[in-house]
C-alpha cells in the first residue's frame, strides 16, 4: 500500500524566512512519481512538480526547490525568500501502480508580513 | 496539459437532496478520478470514474451513494445522493493521460443544511 505522511500540519513563518515542507512516502514500487501542489484559500489545486523515481536530481524554478532522496524516501520542498502569496495548503502526492494519486495530510503554510 | 471545467463551484443544498457534479475536459484523458476534501482534511479518493462501465470505488464508499457516470473520455458526472450535513466538503474531480500528471477541476464546495 502507498502512504504519503507530511508530519507538519502548520508552519508559521516570517515573510522572506526560507521555509521547507517535508514529504515522506512508502511504495514498494519501484517506478513511482512524485508530486507537489499548492492549494490557496480559493480551493484548486495547482500543479507545482513532478518527479519520477529515477530522477534524483534536485530541481530549481525560481524561489521552489526540492530535494528528493529516495535513500529516505522523502521529497522536500523549500521556499527561498517565503511571501505572502505563498501562505496555502500544500500536499505532497504518490502515484504508483494504479494511476491513482495518494496524498499526503497536507501543510498549511502562513506566511507573515 | 488538459483543462477541466467542473461545475457548480459551490452550493448549498437541503438534507435529502441529491447534486450531481459535472467534469468536462478539453481533452481526451485516459483515467478520470473523483475526489472528496473534507473542511481542513488532505484529498481522499472517492472512485475511478471507468468510460462506459461502473466506477471503482475506493473503501468507505459506495455506488448508492456516489453514483458516478463517464460516458466518454472528455465528460463524467458525480452525484452526491440523499445528502447530510456530513457530506459537506469540497469535491474534485482529476484527470490524467497517464504521461504528463494529473489535472485538477477546480472544486465542487459543498454545504449541506
Known amino acids: 500500500a502507498q502512504k504519503v505522511t507530511q508530519a507538519q500540519t502548520e508552519i508559521s513563518v516570517v515573510e522572506k524566512e526560507d521555509v521547507t515542507l517535508d514529504c515522506v512516502y512508502e511504495?514498494?514500487?519501484?517506478?513511482?512519481?512524485l508530486f507537489w501542489y499548492k492549494q490557496p484559500p480559493s480551493g484548486e489545486l495547482v500543479f507545482l512538480i513532478r518527479?519520477?523515481?529515477?530522477?534524483?536530481q534536485n530541481e530549481i524554478s525560481g524561489r521552489y526547490s526540492w530535494n528528493f532522496q529516495k535513500s529516505t524516501s522523502s521529497f522536500n520542498f523549500t521556499i527561498t525568500a517565503s511571501q505572502v502569496v505563498d501562505s496555502a495548503v500544500y500536499f505532497c502526492a504518490l502515484r504508483s501502480a494504479g494511476n491513482m494519486l495518494t496524498f499526503g495530510g497536507g501543510t498549511r503554510l502562513m506566511v507573515k508580513p | 496539459s488538459a483543462v477541466i471545467s467542473q461545475k457548480p463551484s459551490r452550493d448549498i443544498c437541503q438534507r435529502g437532496t441529491s447534486l450531481t457534479i459535472q467534469c468536462q475536459v478539453d481533452?481526451?484523458?485516459?483515467?478520470m478520478f473523483w475526489y472528496r476534501q473534507q473542511p481542513g482534511q488532505s484529498l481522499t479518493l472517492i472512485a475511478t470514474a471507468n468510460q462506459g462501465s461502473e466506477a471503482t470505488y475506493e473503501s468507505g464508499f459506495v455506488i448508492d451513494k456516489f453514483p458516478i457516470s463517464r460516458p466518454n473520455l472528455t465528460f463524467s458526472t458525480l452525484t452526491v445522493s440523499n445528502m447530510s450535513p456530513e457530506d459537506s466538503s469540497i469535491y474534485l474531480c482529476?484527470?490524467?493521460?497517464?504521461?504528463?500528471?494529473?489535472?485538477f477541476g477546480s472544486g465542487t464546495r459543498l454545504t449541506v443544511v
Open positions: 518527479r519520477n523515481s529515477f530522477d534524483e
Open positions: 482529476s484527470g490524467t493521460d497517464g504521461i504528463y500528471g494529473y489535472t
Open positions: 511504495t514498494r514500487d519501484t517506478t513511482y512519481y
Open positions: 481533452s481526451q484523458v485516459t483515467m
